[in-house]
């Protein structure tokens, strides 16, 4: 019996003869390009049970990985069967090849056994805190380089470079008044409105303008604000440095003697310093002004009545705690975004993970740093 496969005009025949015990002669080229109709050959070869079957390999022209594989799992299948096999004829230079897939198929993994769930559980959390705790770290040594180089740049203003400065200044500030305008512009209506609605149950309308003007101008403005840049601009420079990271940018700028911190960090972070504060004062009057619209709908006041409550509900202090909170979250969201940029490995796959884990830490730390100021402010009576 005699079962033949020819593939783009290269041989590749599997003869069995049964006269004389079970022999398999191969020819042709058991190459990948070659072997797929020799496989389906072989896998419709009807395998003996027993005795012994001997593999002639005199007429192989060339073989590969591929081939070899074949070779050897048709062995196998014989072997599981209690067939003893003999490959005859085997050039030396296809030995080899044949002996490193059969200790290749030979190895197996070892499976770990299975462990206490609460001790997996324990292992995890130990691995999770471990590796936060080098991060915190990193953070906080990068946090230090980076007061370092600024405090350098107000006392050398010359170590500023202005053009990438105005540039950043204009994509994470100028680019984002539209959006930090809508929003807040928005969550002004809806202070106003849901505000309105509490107080009407006691009479007391008039003091949503209270609500408004303390919900925007000590929180609201400047956190959603902080919150937009941490998702905008923040994860912008982590993709910019991080790109720069896998190109090995930075590192030809540390080579040609140049301080990466000074030409792609200090711009960014004194960037978002000098936007923060004037998105947030933007975010601000636009906040005031929906809440103003939604009050002279609900409440049927007018502006002028709105704008003499507003004077009684605010004080000055009540303006500049925004406005002080602004330069912290924009210096944090400006940090986060270039630490994780340099943290970026050599593929396109970390840049996307550690863009992500920039937006993430940075609106957790701005989130913690305005409970602590609104700690602080309690505690000072502000």
Same mark, same amino acid.
């Given at each position: 019996?005699?079962?033949?496969?020819?593939?783009?005009?290269?041989?590749?025949?599997?003869?069995?003869?049964?006269?004389?015990?079970?022999?398999?002669?191969?020819?042709?080229?058991?190459?990948?390009?070659?072997?797929?109709?020799?496989?389906?050959?072989?896998?419709?070869?009807?395998?003996? @049970?027993?005795?012994?079957?001997?593999?002639?390999?005199?007429?192989?022209?060339?073989? @590969?990985?591929?081939?070899?594989?074949?070779?050897?799992?048709?062995?196998?299948?014989?072997?599981?069967?209690?067939?003893?096999?003999?490959?005859? @004829?085997?050039?030396?230079?296809?030995?080899?090849?044949?002996?490193?897939?059969?200790?290749?198929?030979?190895?197996?993994?070892?499976?770990?056994?299975?462990?206490?769930?609460?001790?997996?559980?324990?292992?995890?959390?130990?691995?999770?805190?471990?590796?936060?705790?080098?991060?915190?770290?990193?953070?906080?040594?990068?946090?230090?380089?980076?007061?370092?180089?600024?405090?350098?740049?107000?006392?050398?203003?010359?170590?500023?470079?202005?053009?990438?400065?105005?540039?950043?200044?204009?994509?994470?500030?100028?680019?984002?008044?539209?959006?930090?305008?809508?929003?807040?512009?928005?969550?002004?209506?809806?202070?106003?409105?849901?505000?309105?609605?509490?107080?009407?149950? =006691?009479?007391?309308?008039?003091?949503?303008?209270?609500?408004?003007?303390?919900?925007?101008?000590?929180?609201?403005?400047?956190?959603?604000?902080?919150?937009?840049?941490?998702?905008?601009?923040?994860?912008?420079?982590?993709?910019?440095?991080?790109?720069?990271?896998?190109?090995?940018?930075? @590192?030809?700028?540390?080579?040609?003697?140049?301080?990466?911190?000074?030409?792609?960090?200090?711009?960014?972070?004194?960037?978002?310093?000098?936007?923060?504060?004037?998105?947030? =004062?933007?975010?601000?009057?636009?906040?005031?002004?929906?809440?103003?619209?939604?009050?002279?709908?609900?409440?049927?006041?007018?502006?002028?009545?709105?704008?003499?409550?507003?004077?009684?509900?605010?004080?000055?202090?009540?303006?500049?705690?925004?406005?002080?909170?602004?330069?912290?979250?924009?210096?944090?969201?400006?940090?986060?975004?270039? =630490?994780?940029?340099?943290?970026?490995?050599?593929?396109?796959?970390?840049?996307?993970?550690?863009?992500?884990?920039?937006?993430?830490?940075?609106?957790?730390?701005?989130?913690?740093?305005?409970?602590?100021?609104?700690?602080? =402010?309690?505690?000072?009576?502000?």
């Amino acid at each position: 019996m005699t079962d033949t496969a020819v593939t783009h005009g290269a041989r590749a025949q599997a003869e069995l003869d049964t006269s004389d015990g079970w022999r398999l002669r191969l020819t042709g080229r058991w190459t990948t390009a070659h072997v797929a109709q020799a496989d389906e050959t072989l896998k419709s070869l009807p395998l003996p @049970d027993s005795g012994e079957a001997i593999f002639l390999m005199g007429d192989v022209e060339s073989l @590969d990985t591929a081939g070899a594989w074949l070779i050897h799992r048709t062995e196998r299948a014989l072997q599981e069967r209690g067939v003893t096999v003999h490959l005859n @004829d085997t050039a030396p230079r296809f030995a080899g090849l044949i002996e490193a897939i059969r200790r290749n198929d030979d190895v197996h993994p070892e499976h770990e056994p299975a462990r206490n769930a609460f001790v997996a559980m324990v292992e995890r959390v130990g691995r999770a805190t471990y590796m936060v705790a080098g991060e915190t770290r990193d953070l906080i040594n990068f946090l230090g380089h980076a007061v370092i180089v600024m405090a350098r740049s107000v006392v050398r203003p010359a170590h500023v470079r202005m053009t990438p400065l105005v540039h950043h200044i204009e994509q994470s500030g100028l680019n984002a008044v539209p959006i930090v305008g809508l929003i807040s512009f928005l969550i002004g209506i809806v202070l106003a409105f849901q505000g309105a609605e509490q107080l009407s149950k =006691f009479g007391a309308q008039i003091f949503t303008v209270n609500i408004v003007a303390q919900g925007v101008l000590r929180e609201m403005g400047v956190l959603l604000t902080a919150i937009m840049l941490a998702g905008r601009s923040g994860s912008a420079f982590t993709a910019q440095i991080g790109t720069m990271n896998v190109r090995e940018e930075i @590192d030809a700028m540390r080579t040609i003697g140049l301080d990466p911190m000074e030409i792609l960090v200090l711009p960014r972070l004194w960037a978002l310093v000098i936007s923060l504060p004037l998105l947030t =004062f933007f975010a601000n009057v636009m906040g005031l002004l929906g809440g103003a619209i939604m009050a002279t709908i609900v409440l049927d006041v007018t502006f002028f009545q709105f704008a003499r409550q507003l004077s009684d509900a605010v004080t000055l202090w009540t303006f500049w705690i925004g406005l002080i909170k602004a330069p912290v979250f924009g210096f944090i969201i400006g940090l986060v975004g270039c =630490f994780e940029g340099m943290r970026v490995s050599g593929s396109a796959e970390s840049v996307g993970r550690m863009t992500t884990r920039a937006v993430v830490e940075s609106i957790f730390l701005v989130i913690v740093l305005d409970a602590l100021f609104s700690i602080l =402010f309690a505690i000072l009576g502000i």
